[in-house]
């Protein structure tokens, strides 16, 4: 059964070992939502597929999104009606091949007398969004009027109020999402690891034939042979073009994009809220997270390195200025930040200079004269898409190679991410609740890992300490700090508090206050000693300080 798949530090060492033992068909360099679905669909296919990361997976871009799977309304004013039609479909798939993380949600998209957006335009591009999902959106949108709006969400500001729309995209855990798709592509067979850098291309010949990996953790280095090597490396794909190609022109042009979150209370909102920024005019969303809200995002191009990203003062002033002017009783400030997180687009760079907006989302796939395929653009909610057209790309070249067959394309769209076997969520949430935990831990073990719920509880079931609460008062319990390390490859501090359980983004203090018991307790499974112990606290310590950044220039904004 799935959720007995052991996917931890273990599986990690055979799979390098078996990497660098025996040639593989395809290598993907990359474990973000893009190198996910390749991996995925290429194991899927029976192609001998390895994916390694120099980080965590989802450590980059892909757990730093606005956490939306949606058919891109703002495409509309772009008239990319084909990529609003493709994640319309991805959409409605993804809703249920994961029902735990991919979750429906109604968004409010308020109008104002003057806006950019004007209420007739609105309502005509409501129906062309129904029409591009087939009508088969989880629900129709409705115009909702002035006094219906407000009644849906009282704080939104009165003066000047048309009418708003009621309509409905989807949410996701962005870093789970990814997880999920990793964890899909082990159980298809494919060799997995985390903190596994490419530092160079081997290219005996000149045909690229593999990479030289480094364990970033160990420093040791092993030569990976592949017949196809695939560049899926977000934000870096045209820094990793040039370890194949020093000349290799940019393919990307990144923005970068901030999300602040809030408590739920200060806003007050029940929706999703679409608004217009009162600053530039830019779309941007007040979303729902929980006793959180948060706002995002961002799109500038101050782009800075992509191990160094995070929102800067700016960021975090221009989000809360634009809520304050929808949600005018919020009256939120720096200090009601209780968490920051920013990330760069991999964005296709357009032929001609655009705004940073109106950069095209789409992906394109590019083969250099030796071989190296590389991956540029797409999202998170079209990562399927994306894997498929790359693997049919992989699956041509292996064929023109040693003539094998093609394979079919694997049934990506029916095969469900692990623990989204269940469709009744509130069953399991009974089955959970039957098995004495309280409503909350049971609502959030669901939502964090559907069907493999019951794999945690089996841990309580062993030991009861388990059972406990991480903070007092949280639903999250420690049988998810084991279970992370045993069935989902945590290899450090970070990757329980930041990716697998999200106790850095939602709690005030960054979780900083259970940093020692849980090393602790990751010590002994991992087999820490003091001096890794301290390095893990410390480079957490790090991390919270860079997230927190932004409060330093916020003071020299506001006394320059
Ligand atoms: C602010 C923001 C909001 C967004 N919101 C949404 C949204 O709501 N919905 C949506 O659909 N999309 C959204 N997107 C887009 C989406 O998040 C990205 O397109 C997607 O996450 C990119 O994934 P990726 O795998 O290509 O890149 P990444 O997630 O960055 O993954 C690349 C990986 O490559 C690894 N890597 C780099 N170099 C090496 C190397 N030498 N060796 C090994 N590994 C290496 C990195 O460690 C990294 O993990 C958003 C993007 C941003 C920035």
Same mark, same amino acid.
């Not at 959409?91 to 003057?114: E, S």
């Not at 850098?197 to 592949?226: F, I, N």
């Given at each position: 059964?799935?959720?007995?798949?052991?996917?931890?530090?273990?599986?990690?060492?055979?799979?390098?070992?078996?990497?660098?033992?025996?040639?593989?068909?395809?290598?993907?360099?990359?474990?973000?939502?893009?190198?996910?679905?390749?991996?995925?669909?290429?194991?899927?296919?029976?192609?001998?597929?390895?994916?390694?990361?120099?980080?965590?997976?989802?450590?980059?871009?892909?757990?730093?999104?606005?956490?939306?799977?949606?058919?891109?309304?703002?495409?509309?004013?772009?008239?990319?009606?084909?990529?609003?039609?493709?994640?319309?479909?991805?959409?409605?798939?993804?809703?249920?091949?994961?029902?735990?993380?991919?979750?429906?949600?109604?968004?409010?998209?308020?109008?104002?007398?003057?806006?950019?957006?004007?209420?007739?335009?609105?309502?005509?591009?409501?129906?062309?969004?129904?029409?591009?999902?087939?009508?088969?959106?989880?629900?129709?949108?409705?115009?909702?009027?002035?006094?219906?709006?407000?009644?849906?969400?009282?704080?939104?500001?009165?003066?000047?109020?048309?009418?708003?729309?009621?309509?409905?995209?989807?949410?996701?855990?962005?870093?789970?999402?990814?997880?999920?798709?990793?964890?899909?592509?082990?159980?298809?067979?494919?060799?997995?690891?985390?903190?596994?850098?490419?530092?160079?291309?081997?290219?005996?010949?000149?045909?690229?034939?593999?990479?030289?990996?480094?364990?970033?953790?160990?420093?040791?280095?092993?030569?990976?042979?592949?017949?196809?090597?695939?560049?899926?490396?977000?934000?870096?794909?045209?820094?990793?073009?040039?370890?194949?190609?020093?000349?290799?022109?940019?393919?990307?042009?990144?923005?970068?994009?901030?999300?602040?979150?809030?408590?739920?209370?200060?806003?007050?909102?029940?929706?999703?809220?679409?608004?217009?920024?009162?600053?530039?005019?830019?779309?941007?969303?007040?979303?729902?997270?929980?006793?959180?809200?948060?706002?995002?995002?961002?799109?500038?191009?101050?782009?800075?390195?992509?191990?160094?990203?995070?929102?800067?003062?700016?960021?975090?002033?221009?989000?809360?200025?634009?809520?304050?002017?929808?949600?005018?009783?919020?009256?939120?400030?720096?200090?009601?930040?209780?968490?920051?997180?920013?990330?760069?687009?991999?964005?296709?760079?357009?032929?001609?200079?655009?705004?940073?907006?109106?950069?095209?989302?789409?992906?394109?796939?590019?083969?250099?004269?030796?071989?190296?395929?590389?991956?540029?653009?797409?999202?998170?909610?079209?990562?399927?898409?994306?894997?498929?057209?790359?693997?049919?790309?992989?699956?041509?070249?292996?064929?023109?190679?040693?003539?094998?067959?093609?394979?079919?394309?694997?049934?990506?769209?029916?095969?469900?991410?692990?623990?989204?076997?269940?469709?009744?969520?509130?069953?399991?949430?009974?089955?959970?609740?039957?098995?004495?935990?309280?409503?909350?831990?049971?609502?959030?073990?669901?939502?964090?890992?559907?069907?493999?719920? +019951?794999? $945690?509880?089996?841990? #309580? /079931? =062993? !030991?009861? @300490? &388990?059972?406990?609460?991480?903070?007092?008062? *949280?639903?999250?319990?420690? +049988?998810? $700090?084991?279970?992370? #390390? /045993? =069935? !989902?490859? @945590? &290899?450090?501090?970070?990757?329980?508090?930041? *990716?697998?359980?999200?106790?850095?983004?939602?709690?005030?203090?960054?979780?900083?206050?259970?940093?020692?018991?849980?090393?602790?307790?990751?010590?002994?499974?991992?087999?820490?000693?003091?001096?890794?112990?301290?390095?893990?606290?410390?480079?957490?310590?790090?991390?919270?300080?860079?997230?927190?950044?932004?409060?330093?220039?916020?003071?020299?904004?506001?006394?320059?």
């Amino acid at each position: 059964m799935a959720a007995e798949t052991p996917f931890s530090h273990r599986t990690r060492a055979r799979a390098l070992a078996s990497m660098a033992a025996e040639p593989v068909d395809l290598l993907v360099i990359g474990g973000g939502i893009t190198g996910a679905g390749i991996a995925r669909d290429a194991a899927l296919r029976g192609l001998r597929t390895a994916l390694v990361d120099k980080g965590d997976f989802a450590g980059a871009t892909s757990s730093r999104s606005s956490r939306l799977i949606h058919g891109g309304l703002r495409y509309l004013e772009q008239y990319d009606f084909h990529l609003v039609r493709e994640a319309s479909r991805e959409r409605r798939l993804l809703l249920d091949l994961a029902p735990h993380l991919v979750r429906p949600l109604a968004f409010l998209f308020p109008v104002y007398r003057g806006a950019r957006v004007a209420a007739w335009r609105l309502r005509a591009g409501m129906w062309l969004y129904d029409l591009l999902a087939a009508f088969r959106n989880v629900r129709l949108h409705r115009w909702l009027g002035r006094r219906a709006a407000l009644k849906a969400e009282p704080g939104l500001r009165e003066r000047g109020l048309v009418g708003a729309a009621l309509y409905y995209d989807a949410q996701t855990d962005d870093a789970r999402l990814v997880l999920a798709a990793i964890r899909g592509a082990a159980q298809a067979g494919a060799l997995v690891a985390n903190y596994t850098e490419v530092t160079s291309l081997v290219r005996p010949d000149g045909r690229v034939r593999g990479a030289m990996v480094r364990d970033t953790l160990t420093g040791e280095a092993r030569t990976v042979r592949a017949l196809i090597v695939v560049n899926a490396t977000g934000p870096w794909v045209d820094g990793l073009r040039r370890l194949d190609d020093p000349q290799a022109p940019p393919l990307l042009r990144l923005t970068k994009g901030a999300h602040v979150a809030v408590p739920r209370g200060r806003i007050g909102n029940t929706h999703a809220v679409t608004l217009t920024s009162p600053i530039d005019g830019r779309v941007m969303f007040v979303l729902p997270w929980g006793d959180l809200s948060y706002v995002g995002t961002t799109d500038t191009d101050d782009v800075p390195p992509p191990d160094d990203v995070r929102a800067s003062g700016s960021d975090v002033v221009y989000l809360l200025r634009s809520a304050n002017a929808f949600f005018p009783q919020a009256r939120l400030a720096p200090h009601d930040v209780i968490c920051t997180w920013a990330g760069l687009r991999p964005l296709l760079a357009p032929e001609r200079e655009l705004a940073a907006s109106a950069v095209p989302r789409e992906h394109r796939i590019v083969e250099s004269p030796s071989g190296l395929i590389t991956i540029a653009g797409g999202k998170l909610t079209t990562f399927r898409v994306m894997g498929r057209d790359m693997v049919d790309r992989v699956a041509r070249r292996l064929h023109e190679l040693d003539g094998r067959p093609i394979p079919r394309q694997p049934p990506t769209d029916r095969v469900p991410l692990p623990g989204g076997e269940a469709a009744d969520l509130d069953v399991l949430v009974e089955a959970a609740r039957a098995r004495e935990v309280p409503e909350t831990t049971a609502r959030h073990l669901v939502q964090a890992y559907g069907s493999e719920a +019951a794999a $945690v509880l089996n841990l #309580v /079931e =062993r !030991e009861r @300490a &388990l059972g406990k609460p991480i903070i007092p008062g *949280r639903p999250e319990i420690w +049988a998810e $700090v084991t279970h992370s #390390v /045993e =069935r !989902e490859m @945590a &290899l450090r501090l970070a990757d329980v508090l930041m *990716r697998r359980l999200h106790l850095f983004s939602e709690t005030r203090d960054q979780a900083v206050s259970a940093t020692t018991a849980v090393v602790e307790r990751l010590g002994k499974l991992l087999g820490w000693d003091a001096a890794r112990r301290s390095e893990e606290i410390a480079d957490y310590a790090k991390q919270v300080a860079q997230s927190r950044a932004y409060l330093t220039e916020v003071a020299r904004l506001s006394n320059p």
